[in-house]
């Protein structure tokens, strides 16, 4: 998985580009928590407009990071989610934590 | 159209890449559309996941898959050799996981649900776990384009 970052306007914007399955998920939690970490927003947003494929797994990297952010009182937002990352958003029911945003 | 294939590898997450490209790219021969094929795609991975995970916890075994095509219509069974599960109904339940730290969502037999057409679990007589999964595919995409 290849993570991009830049803050702007107080805002952290976060590109995930490549697969996130059982594979990635360890590397890919470790890096975004180090990101997000490094961020004084309180706002993040997940541009997903480049992740080729996520499965269940992705969805508990994700829920990991938000309960870590939401300690900090940081929220995040998911961007450009492909037709099948939302379907899986959809189904269980991560867009009531983690909203997305146009 | 009947046509069939198997795959064996050892269950390692380095191999879920692979195992749910070689079945999306044996699916072919029915023309499914990119949804479709995303769809088993993730079903695929989702349940390479649970025996990477699940079925050996104390070794490293073998997961096999065999892929039958039958007219419009695909079947998938991904078996372990390994540990099998007590309780398949509790193990159906969304967001059910026997991992609560490992960060795991639990949803995985749900998604394999509602992306395929059905599925069905089963613990294998001897040992390890047998997932069956089809799909029938709706809208074969014609080679046929009128011009103009």
């Known amino acids: 998985m290849d993570i991009k970052y830049r803050n702007y306007n107080n805002v952290l914007y976060v590109m995930l580009d490549g697969e996130l399955d059982e594979?990635?998920?360890?590397?890919?939690?470790?890096?975004?928590?180090?990101?997000?970490?490094?961020?004084l927003s309180k706002q993040i947003i997940l541009d997903l407009s480049e992740?080729?494929?996520?499965?269940?797994?992705?969805?508990?990297?994700?829920?990991?990071?938000y309960k870590k952010m939401k300690?900090?009182?940081?929220?995040?937002?998911?961007s450009n989610p492909s037709y099948h990352a939302e379907k899986i958003f959809k189904l269980t029911g991560l867009y009531e934590i983690m909203p997305k945003i146009s | 159209m009947n046509n069939s294939m198997e795959l064996k590898f050892s269950a390692l997450s380095e191999n879920e890449?692979?195992?749910?490209?070689?079945?999306?790219?044996?699916?072919?021969?029915?023309?499914?559309?990119?949804?479709?094929l995303t769809d088993i795609k993730t079903a695929v991975s989702e349940a390479v996941t649970n025996c990477v995970v699940h079925a050996?916890?104390?070794?490293?075994?073998?997961?096999?898959?065999?892929?039958?095509l039958f007219d419009d219509t695909i079947h998938i069974e991904i078996r372990d050799y390994g540990v099998g599960i007590k309780d398949l109904k509790k193990a159906r339940t969304p967001f059910f996981t026997t991992k609560p730290l490992e960060e795991r969502s639990g949803m995985g037999f749900t998604v394999m649900e509602s992306f395929m057409d059905s599925l069905d679990i089963q613990n294998?007589?001897?040992?390890g776990l047998i997932v069956k999964m089809s799909k029938t595919i709706k809208q074969a995409e014609s080679n046929i384009r009128q011009l103009g």
Not at chain 1, 24 to 39: N, P, Q
Not at chain 1, 51 to 65: E, Q
Not at chain 1, 71 to 78: E, R
């Open chain 1, 51 to 65: 992740m080729k494929f996520m499965d269940s797994t992705g969805i508990g990297v994700l829920i990991g990071r």
């Open chain 2, 124 to 127: 294998a007589k001897d040992c």
């Open chain 2, 56 to 68: 050996y916890p104390n070794s490293c075994g073998n997961i096999v898959i065999k892929v039958e």
């Open chain 2, 17 to 36: 890449g692979f195992a749910r490209a070689a079945v999306a790219g044996f699916c072919l021969h029915l023309n499914p559309s990119i949804d479709e």
């Open chain 1, 23 to 39: 594979h990635s998920a360890k590397e890919t939690s470790k890096t975004l928590d180090d990101v997000f970490m490094s961020t």
């Open chain 1, 71 to 78: 300690s900090k009182g940081v929220s995040i937002f998911i």
